[in-house]
């Protein structure tokens, strides 16, 4: 029978794998809207975020970055590989392992009297991660001038990825209690 604290860590890794699992199914789900598509990867992410420890929801999406840069086709529209980390569109990728843990410290600190106005304002932070890491490799790879750029990168998917922040803090915020009475519990 494992000790508590090997079923702990069994459970932590069963987790990030789970929420590894979760990115790399929406991920793929992409609709083209010119040079950039718009994917469900980001929603993975905050959800991830708002509902796992800092580490954990680092260490899911970097499981997720591993799986696609070994050749799984989890990237956007089912893409994979090195090549796109590294290209124009890559920065939205990469971002992910500055979003998720900054998403899930501020999700976990901010505490007003409206704790899923916290995790919403937390989601944003993780969406302006995304956008300036993703903006700025597009505009380095393709000599694009920041206006022009926000134009293309950025504008097209602010309705939708609001939308994705609302969502994420309304199912983190549901599923990040239940995975905290699980781990106490040793369930």
Same mark, same amino acid.
């Given at each position: 029978m494992p000790t508590p604290a090997r079923r702990y860590s069994l459970q932590k890794l069963t987790l990030c794998a789970l929420f590894a699992a979760l990115i790399s199914v929406l991920s793929p789900i992409a609709i083209p809207l010119g040079p950039i598509p718009l994917s469900?990867? %980001?929603?993975?992410?905050? $959800?991830?975020?708002? /509902? %796992?420890?800092? =580490?954990?929801? @680092?260490?899911?999406?970097?499981?997720?970055?591993?799986?696609?840069?070994?050749?799984?086709?989890?990237?956007? +529209?089912?893409?994979?590989?090195? @090549?796109?980390?590294?290209?124009? /569109? +890559?920065?939205?990728l990469w971002s992910y392992l500055l979003c998720a843990p900054l998403v899930s410290c501020f999700s976990k600190k901010i505490k007003p009297s409206r704790p899923h106005l916290g995790t919403f304002l937390a989601c944003l932070v993780g969406v302006l991660v995304c956008y300036t890491c993703g903006t700025l490799q597009y505009c380095l790879l393709t000599h694009t001038k920041p206006l022009p750029a926000?134009? $293309?990168?950025?504008?097209?998917?602010?309705?939708?990825?609001? %939308?994705?922040?609302?969502?994420?803090?309304?199912?983190?915020?549901? %599923?990040?209690? =239940?995975?905290?009475?699980?781990?106490?519990?040793?369930?």
């Amino acid at each position: 029978m494992p000790t508590p604290a090997r079923r702990y860590s069994l459970q932590k890794l069963t987790l990030c794998a789970l929420f590894a699992a979760l990115i790399s199914v929406l991920s793929p789900i992409a609709i083209p809207l010119g040079p950039i598509p718009l994917s469900l990867g %980001l929603l993975g992410v905050l $959800v991830t975020a708002v /509902t %796992l420890p800092p =580490l954990q929801s @680092m260490a899911a999406v970097g499981v997720f970055l591993a799986i696609g840069l070994c050749g799984l086709p989890v990237f956007s +529209g089912g893409g994979s590989g090195a @090549m796109i980390l590294v290209g124009p /569109t +890559g920065g939205y990728l990469w971002s992910y392992l500055l979003c998720a843990p900054l998403v899930s410290c501020f999700s976990k600190k901010i505490k007003p009297s409206r704790p899923h106005l916290g995790t919403f304002l937390a989601c944003l932070v993780g969406v302006l991660v995304c956008y300036t890491c993703g903006t700025l490799q597009y505009c380095l790879l393709t000599h694009t001038k920041p206006l022009p750029a926000l134009l $293309v990168c950025v504008v097209p998917f602010l309705p939708l990825d609001l %939308l994705k922040a609302v969502a994420a803090a309304y199912l983190g915020s549901r %599923l990040s209690p =239940l995975i905290t009475l699980k781990q106490r519990h040793g369930h």
